[in-house]
Nanobody, 118 residues
């Protein structure tokens, strides 16, 4: 059974930082592209960042320069370090795993709320 368990969300002031974690189980971690997506109220889910097992990364323009995605193969965990947070970063953040080369073999975590507010 595949599980993606996110943690690290919460309330942070504008300009602050958060690190999200996503622990994966039930998959061969090295075969999956890991990613973070987010969904704000009333908006569609959107890509934040992805990372391959080889370390290739991709970021949404809205978070470039403020966000770093990384992964630890020994812990089957992917991280999202977010700095200089803005109110518009407020959303539910979802972890995603997608089998490299597949468009149908993917999984979602349950999501973790990030709220940026003073």
């Amino acid at each position: 059974q595949v599980q993606l368990v996110e943690s690290g969300g919460g309330l942070v002031q504008p300009g602050g930082s958060l690190r999200l974690s996503c622990a994966a189980s039930g998959i061969v971690f090295t075969r999956y592209v890991m990613g973070w997506y987010r969904q704000a109220p009333g908006k569609q889910r959107e890509l934040v960042a992805t990372i391959t097992s080889g370390g290739d990364t991709n970021y949404a323009d809205s978070v470039k320069g403020r966000t770093t995605v990384s992964r630890d193969g020994a812990k089957n965990t992917v991280y999202l370090q977010m700095n200089s947070l803005k109110p518009e970063d407020t959303a539910v953040y979802y972890c995603n795993s997608r089998l490299l080369g597949s468009v149908t073999n993917y999984y979602w975590g349950q999501g973790t709320q990030v709220t940026v507010s003073s």
